[in-house]
């Protein structure tokens, strides 16, 4: 089984956003908006030039997962998330690097890059660059910026878990001559798994999950950070229930989880 990520208490939206050039009807504070497709657009043209602006964070936690939401960033591409530890930037404690954004699937309306970071680090002040000369949109467009920890259990998630899309929303009627119309609603991209076998301290970082993002606090789940190809499978959401831990033996406990996509 992949070695997934979930990560959660997003901070990310309650960053203050300084810096690029962005089009009065699709502002930067746009970020501070928990629908994603409440977007900023940039009028830096992506062929032209690159993108660069600041965000300061709200809270100290440590930060572990950065993810892109609701971009049109093509599939070559880049992104570059760096971390500071003073408000002038001007001593780096993290950078990401350059990261391809990788192939996306057409179907996709709603596409979203994760990023784990190889250490926790607790900054307060970030910076974003983005690049993509291949991009014929004419503007650079994102959604929301995810940062946050990551739930990461000692053993990983069993075998079984279902990904699914929930289209129940949309519906089919039919006339009385038998024409149907529809009424079409967004899909959601949906995942349920659990864990038979994890020790009490991941139990623990469970229950401050539940506890800090109940069933509306955002979580970015991507089942393989290792796939370059990942993007159906990478996406905003949160928890449709809060499921209870399951104390099946001393010391472990099982746990489920159902995730439902945030648009």
């Not at 940062?147 to 990904?163: D, I, L, S």
């Not at 996406?235 to 472990?252: G, K, S």
């Amino acid at each position: 089984m992949s070695d997934f990520v979930l990560g959660n208490r997003d901070i990310g939206y309650f960053s203050s956003f300084t810096g690029g050039s962005w089009k009065s009807a699709f502002p930067i504070r746009m970020l501070n908006r928990e629908l994603i497709t409440a977007v900023a657009r940039s009028t830096t043209i992506p062929s032209v030039s690159d993108i660069t602006f600041d965000f300061n964070l709200k809270y100290n936690i440590d930060i572990e997962v950065f993810g892109l939401v609701n971009h049109n960033l093509t599939s070559t591409g880049t992104y570059r998330f760096q971390l500071f530890s003073d408000i002038g930037r001007t001593s780096q404690v993290y950078d990401s690097g350059t990261i391809t954004v990788g192939i996306f699937f057409d179907a996709i309306k709603h596409k979203t890059n994760c990023h784990v970071m190889t250490s926790s680090i607790n900054s307060l002040y970030a910076r974003l660059t983005l690049s993509d000369p291949s991009n014929t949109d004419g503007y650079f467009e994102l959604g929301r910026v995810f940062v946050g920890e990551r739930f990461y259990p000692n053993r990983n998630m069993t075998y079984g878990m279902k990904f699914g899309v929930d289209d129940s929303n949309s519906s089919i009627l039919e006339s009385e001559s038998g024409i149907e119309h529809f009424v079409i609603y967004p899909k959601k991209r949906t995942v349920n798994f659990s864990f038979k076998h994890i020790n009490n301290e991941k139990s623990i970082e469970y229950s401050k999950m539940q506890l800090s993002d109940g069933v509306i606090g955002a979580c970015l789940f991507e089942f393989d950070p290792s796939d370059w190809q990942e993007g159906v499978r990478t996406f905003l959401c949160r928890n449709t229930a809060l499921d209870p831990l399951d104390y099946n033996a001393y010391n472990l406990n099982s746990l489920s989880m159902k995730l439902t996509e945030v648009i």
